[in-house]
């Protein structure tokens, strides 16, 4: 069972300032995995303190020398991609395929990306008489999810450190093992001492001390609207940068031509991995009416060859991250049921065959109306809406009729049709055919948050800017 019950501060492992135990699920098996460390706003205080101290220096090295940082820790995480991919089985139940693929995979991709950004960025150039600089903007605290732990851990870290800021990080409690990795990793690499810094904690504890803290420039916040805008209140005090990846209900709109039935099950198999617990899941599909027959169909042919907790089957899905989760997700499919839209697959209760970890049925929902409550709410987990439009303005207007705006997508053999809706989605990515990008600016419109991440646009999240007139 593993234990981590201290906090790496100031390039060391050091022991909270009061030893409050709590005990991490593995959701696989419902059973206790290890335990972690509850850190306090003392903490939080040390943590600060050393990174205010690393900032003065830090800030101030070459893009060479942030390299060569950068470059080490790539060969320590690529050292340490099985003990990662371990971690992130055991603390969110991901199989074995998904937790050393895409799980791990990503956070090196970021590392990479930002490398190559760093190679390139512009940090200064002189307009006229004066010259435009970007600096790093100081102590940043960043605050993680558990369903992509190690993805949002890179995606802030990473340029967080390459444009010379420190940082605090708070990863989630549900899945803080690869957290604890990734910063054994940090270490091993050399990274000097309070440029990174590690605390374990809750919202309420940690989250709360970092969001409000006067010795920190910058918040970036990954994590549910509600938690959201609790971080963005106790930032406002001290008039802090808060940054925010947040919530989702991401339309899939499906267009009306000879890719039809390719485009429905592909958008079936994008909802499906990580079990649905992904913020930009494109969780709404909007189909012709006219059709809607046909797509539930395919839809549920598509559905029956989803597998659940098959360890040998690389594209099976695992369990949700905790018992809440899972009880919440089971509410949401009653009230579907409820509310009278047809469920074409799945439904209440664990897949056959499996009485304990908190797995749920792959499940589709088919004449799903916009008032229904799960076309309103985000469900995170393996749960497809489809609804039906009569033509492009109506499907329009259902995919914006929502408070969200992180992600959107069309699905079409039209490329031309295709970008032209893509143009009318009020969303921040919008993605043609599932297409991927890890440089594309990724962050949402209206309550899915502020800010961009990804590539170079996530560079900016941390850079102030500095006007030097007269410079000549």
């Known amino acids: ?51 205010r101290r690393a900032f003065g220096s830090w800030s101030q090295t ?19 991609q099985g003990d990662l991919a371990d971690a992130v089985s055991e603390e969110i139940g ?79 409690e549900v899945a803080p093992f690869s957290a604890q990795i990734f910063t054994e990793v940090i270490e091993a690499a050399g990274v000097p001492a309070g440029v990174y810094n590690l605390v374990f904690g809750d919202g309420a504890g940690v989250g709360a001390a970092i969001s409000s803290h006067p010795g920190i420039d910058m918040v970036s916040f990954t994590g549910s609207t509600r938690a959201g805008i609790e971080v963005a209140k106790a930032a406002a005090s001290s008039v802090k940068r808060v940054s925010q990846e947040l919530g989702g209900k991401s339309p899939n709109i499906v267009l009306d ?33 006219s059709r809607m027959a046909e797509a539930v169909s395919i839809a549920a042919e598509t559905i029956g060859g989803v597998r659940v907790a098959d360890t040998d089957n690389p594209k099976a899905i695992g369990p949700v991250a905790s018992r809440a989760q899972f009880e919440r997700i089971q509410g949401l499919i009653a009230k579907g049921v409820a509310d009278g839209a047809n469920l074409v697959a799945g439904g209440e209760g664990r897949p056959d065959g499996l009485d304990r970890g908190f797995y749920v049925r792959p499940t589709v929902f ?26 492009i303005d109506d499907a329009v207007e259902i995919a914006n009729d929502t408070e969200y705006g992180l992600a959107g997508y069309v699905s079409g053999a039209d490329i031309e ?39 170079e646009a996530g560079f900016h999240e941390y850079l102030e800017t500095k006007s030097v007139l007269g410079h000549g």
């Open 366 to 391: 088919a004449d799903v109306t916009n008032d229904m409550t799960i076309a309103r709410e985000e469900i995170f987990g393996p749960v497809l809406c489809m609804l039906g439009y009569d033509d």
């Open 1 to 51: 069972m593993r234990e981590y019950l201290q906090f790496y501060i100031d390039g060391q492992w050091v022991d909270p300032a009061e030893l409050r135990p709590l005990d991490v699920d593995n959701p696989s098996t419902e059973e206790v995995a290890g335990r972690i460390a509850l850190g306090s706003s003392a903490d939080v205080d040390k943590a600060v303190a050393a990174a």
């Open 257 to 289: 031509d000879e890719a039809f039935a390719t485009s429905v099950a592909a958008g079936v198999s994008a909802m499906m991995p990580n079990s649905g617990q992904s913020c930009n899941a494109p969780s709404r599909m909007l189909v012709p009416n």
């Open 417 to 455: 049709a295709a970008r032209a809706v893509a143009g009318r989605i009020r969303a921040g990515w919008i993605s043609i055919n599932h297409a991927f990008d890890m440089n594309a600016p990724f962050g949402g419109y209206k309550h899915s948050g502020n800010g961009r991440e990804w590539g």
């Open 62 to 80: 070459s893009r060479e020398e942030r390299l060569d940082v950068l470059r080490a820790i790539s060969a320590e995480y690529l050292r340490r």
């Open 94 to 172: 991901a199989p074995p395929a998904l937790a050393a693929g895409a799980q791990v995979q990503l956070g090196i991709g970021h590392l990479m990306t930002a490398i190559e950004v760093l190679k390139n960025f512009e940090f200064s150039r002189q307009l006229g008489n004066t010259l435009v600089s970007s600096e790093p903007i100081g102590v940043c605290g960043l605050i993680t999810p558990w369903n992509w732990p190690l993805n949002q851990i890179a995606v802030k870290v990473f340029p967080a450190l390459a444009t010379g800021c420190t940082v605090v990080l708070k990863p989630s």
